[in-house]
T-cell receptor, first 111, second 118 residues
């Protein structure tokens, strides 16, 4: 079973600041997904990365997959209060199509 | 597309009673659905994989007789928490994998059900 570590666990920043959160694994991902979850809601898929070195952009969010496919980062430019939430990385390398989630980074953007 | 609903969104019940939670894929078919549990300030823990027309596959440590799963159609899976106790209080989330999508096991999540057992 993949062990996913996310850092930092908590992050509180001012509106307009940039930030980066990280996801690291003990072994190689076949593919990695990033989700955002708001309180009392289910996670919403943001992106799936597959190829080592891959970079994907979603408006102000930039996702990078490490060359060795064992780590990933999410960079947010000019954070806004609407970015507040729990950011989860997930690996779906498990059998029976199981997805394993990291513990998440809880982001708070203060207006 | 790929919308998943859950019902109810919140439920409060007395200890010893049973509670049924429904998970529906609204605009797609899902042979496989998943049930997760999330404790406060914790990540999602997979409880079981629900397969249409067959028995669910439970994760280690999850009691099959306590958490009954039924996946009777391609758009509906139900989780029944039997003889609920206060320690079963949690946020239960289901997800569904879109059958026709080929890419990377993407799952779509329901909004969750908050269960409180008194």
């Amino acid at each position: 079973t993949q062990l996913l570590e996310q850092s930092p666990q908590f992050l509180s920043i001012q509106e307009g600041e940039n930030l980066t959160v990280y996801c690291n694994s003990s072994s190689v991902f076949s593919s990695l997904q990033w989700y955002r979850q708001e309180p009392g809601e289910g996670p919403v898929l943001l992106v799936t990365v597959v190829t080592g070195g891959e970079v994907k952009k979603l408006k102000r969010l930039t996702f990078q997959f490490g060359d060795a496919r064992k780590d990933s980062s999410l960079h947010i430019t000019a954070a806004q209060p609407g970015d507040t939430g729990l950011y989860l990385c997930a690996d779906n390398s498990g059998g029976y199509q199981k997805v394993t989630f990291g513990i998440g980074t809880k982001l708070q953007v203060i207006p | 597309g790929a919308v998943v609903s859950q019902h109810p969104s919140r439920v409060i019940c007395k200890s010893g009673t049973s509670v049924k939670i429904e998970c529906r894929s609204l605009d797609f078919q899902a042979t496989t659905m998943f049930w997760y549990r999330q404790f406060p300030k914790k990540s999602l823990m997979l409880m079981a994989t629900s397969n249409e027309g067959s028995k669910a596959t439970y994760e280690q440590g999850v009691e099959k007789d306590k958490f009954l799963i039924n996946h009777a159609s391609l758009t509906l899976s139900t989780l029944t928490v039997t003889s609920a106790h206060p320690e079963d209080s949690s946020f239960y989330i289901c997800s569904a994998r879109v059958d026709t999508r080929s890419s990377y096991n993407e799952q779509f999540f329901g909004p969750g059900t908050r269960l409180t057992v008194l």
